[in-house]
Structure formats: C-alpha cells, structure tokens
C-alpha cells in the first residue's frame, strides 16, 4: 500500500518535495537510511475537535499531548475525536490511520515547538508501513501552515 491519494495530491499540487521511505522493504540503501532515521524526527498527529471544528496538533512520536496546555493556550474545550469520525475524515487511509497532513483534508494543524528548526521530518502517510519524508521548514509552512505551540511533554 502506498501513502494515501489525498496526501499524495497534496504534497503534489503544493509542489513539495517528499520520498516515500519504507522500511519494510528488502535491505536496500533506501530501507537502510529508513532504519536509522533518529525517533525525533519522526512524528504523529492526533485529531481532536470542539464546536469550532477539528484541529490536529502534530508532535514528536516520543513526546505525549499536553491536553490542557493545548486547551488553555488556543482558549478552546478540546476533547479527542471518536475513532469511527476520524476513520471517516480519513477515508483513505489505511485501518483509521491519521495522517500527519491535516491541511490535505481541510483540518487545522498546529505543530509542537520541539519541531520548529528541524531539518527533516518523517510522517506517516495514510498507512503505517510507510513514511513521508520532507524538509522540516517546509513541514511547517506548507503542512502547518507556520501554526505551532509548545504543547507536548516527555512521556
């Protein structure tokens, strides 16, 4: 399974610039760089909502959701999604998973501060056997759309 067509045509109609890295594959120059890109500079999306909407805070993987750090700063009653909504909103992607490209899907995205200045960032793409890897400055403005906050904590 390859990344979803809607962050596919995203990443595409935006012109950025992205290589799909799996690293299940068969040992191979690419599978290698695969297995040792460092855990921070990978990262996972969670989709939360309220009246106003969705939004989805972007974090390192090994980093935890500070909720209520969220909450307080947007001035928002954030609450997670149900998994059967977010499966819906993300219709194709692989067993409800959600990719870390909100704006694909018209989602408000915010990214945790501990990402801002990182050269590189790997995400999943619509499926958890692949990842999406592009510039962090352009994970930012594009992906984000320059939102960002310092709302993770170590886990």
Known sequence: MSISSRVKWFLDVNRVHYEVVDPSSSPTAESE?????????????????????????????????????????LERNLRLTAREDAASLFFDCAGGEIPAAGAA??????????????????????????LVHVEGEVFLNVIAEGNHGAFSAVS
């Open 105 to 130: 899907y018209g989602i408000r995205t915010i990214v945790d501060d501990e990402l801002v200045g990182m050269e590189d960032i790997y995400f999943e793409g619509g499926n958890s056997e692949e």
């Open 33 to 73: 760089k695969a297995a040792s890109i460092p855990a921070e500079k990978i990262v996972r999306a969670v989709l939360l909502e309220d009246e106003s909407g969705y939004l989805m805070p972007i974090l390192p993987a090994g980093r935890e959701l500070d909720l209520e750090e969220l909450k307080r700063q």
